[in-house]
Nanobody
Framework: QVQLEESGGGLVQAGGSLRLSCVAS????????MGWHRQAPGKQRELVAA???????NYADSVKGRFTISRDNAKNTLYLQMNSLKPEDTGVYYC???????????????WGQGTQVTVSS
C-alpha cells in the first residue's frame, strides 16, 4: 500500500539546476530516514544524500556543496535541490525511505521507481 513517487527529473545543460521531489503515500504510520540514490548507465546504484527524521543530513563527496536534501514531514515529501549540475550527475534518481506502515510494528525500506536526470555538456 505504501508508495514512493519521484518527480522533477529532466534534461538540463551543465551548470543548470533541477529540484527533485518524492512523495510518500498510502497507509503510513511514520517515516524515519529518507534518501536519494542514483544509478548512472553502466554503474552501480550509489547513495547521493540522506536525511534523518530530525533533519540531519549527509552527502556523497561528489555532490557536496552542490546538492541539498530536505524534507517536509507534514507533506511526507522529500526534496533534492541540485545546482551546478555536471554531466557526471546523469542517471536515474531513486527515492528511498524507511517507513512504518499502519498496522505494522517495524520500519520497512521502500523505493520509488526513479526519475531520469540528464545533464548535457
Amino acid at each position: 500500500q505504501v508508495q514512493l513517487e519521484e518527480s522533477g527529473g529532466g534534461l538540463v545543460q551543465a551548470g543548470g539546476s533541477l529540484r527533485l521531489s518524492c512523495v510518500a503515500s498510502g497507509r503510513i504510520y511514520s517515516i524515519n530516514a529518507m534518501g536519494w540514490h542514483r544509478q548512472a548507465p553502466g554503474k552501480q546504484r550509489e547513495l547521493v544524500a540522506a536525511i534523518t527524521s530530525g533533519g540531519s543530513t549527509n552527502y556523497a563527496d561528489s555532490v557536496k556543496g552542490r546538492f541539498t536534501i530536505s524534507r517536509d514531514n507534514a507533506k511526507n515529501t522529500l526534496y533534492l535541490q541540485m545546482n551546478s549540475l555536471k554531466p557526471e550527475d546523469t542517471g536515474v534518481y531513486y527515492c528511498n525511505a524507511d517507513i512504518r506502515p499502519l498496522g505494522g510494528s517495524i520500519y520497512r525500506n521502500y523505493w520509488g521507481q526513479g526519475t531520469q536526470v540528464t545533464v548535457s555538456s
